[in-house]
C-alpha cells in the first residue's frame, strides 16, 4: 500500500497529519471520500458519496471489499475502530460506526452497525437492520430487523452469493477503473 494524494478518484484528504493509505488497484468514485487514518486493500472499491472518515480513530478496510453508494464508515472517538475484512459487500446507505465486519459477509441496504459490533465471518446482516451497540452476529446466521436479531442460518446458495457478490464488485470496480 502506499498514500496516493493524487489519486484522481474522488476527495481524499489527510486528518491530523495522517494520509489514507489506499492500495494501487483501489477504485474510488468522484464523489466518494476517504479522510485520514483509513487504509484500503487491494482490489476494493469505495462508490458514490460513500463517506470512509478515519479522523479520530483507524479504519481498516481489507482486499476485494465493496462499500457502495451513500455509505458512512467512521469510527468513535477513544473506543473502537472500524475494521473490515476481505471480500466484504456493504450495500447501499449503510452506516458502519466503530465496528468489526469479518471476511466474506454482507452487509444489506441501509442497515446500521454501532459501536461495538462484531459481524463473524461467512453472516449476512439484512437490509434496514439496526444492529445495536456491542452486538455479535455469528457466523453462518442472517440477523434482520430493528433492532436486528437471529432470523435463520445461511443456506449454502446464500453463502455462495456473499462469494459471488464480492467477485462482482471487485470486477465492476476494475471496468470503472478503465
Known sequence: MSSRPNFSGGVILPYNGV????AADVYIAP???????????AGSSIWFAATVRGDVNEIRIGART??????????????????????????HNAIIHACTIQDLCLIGMGACL???????KNAMVAADALVTP???VPSGQLWAGSPAK????LRPAELAEIEESARH?????QAYRR
Open 114 to 120: 454501532m459501536d461495538g459490533v462484531v459481524v463473524e
Open 150 to 153: 437471529f432470523m435463520r442460518d
Open 19 to 22: 494520509q489514507p493509505k489506499i
Open 31 to 41: 464523489t466518494a471520500a476517504v479522510i485520514g487514518d483509513a487504509h484500503i486493500g
Open 66 to 91: 465493496n462499500v457502495q453508494d451513500g455509505t458512512t464508515v467512521h469510527v468513535t472517538t477513544g473506543g473502537h475502530g472500524t475494521y473490515i475484512g476481505d471480500d466484504v459487500t456493504i450495500g
Open 169 to 173: 464488485y471487485a470486477e465492476l470496480a
Open 134 to 136: 456491542n452486538r455479535r
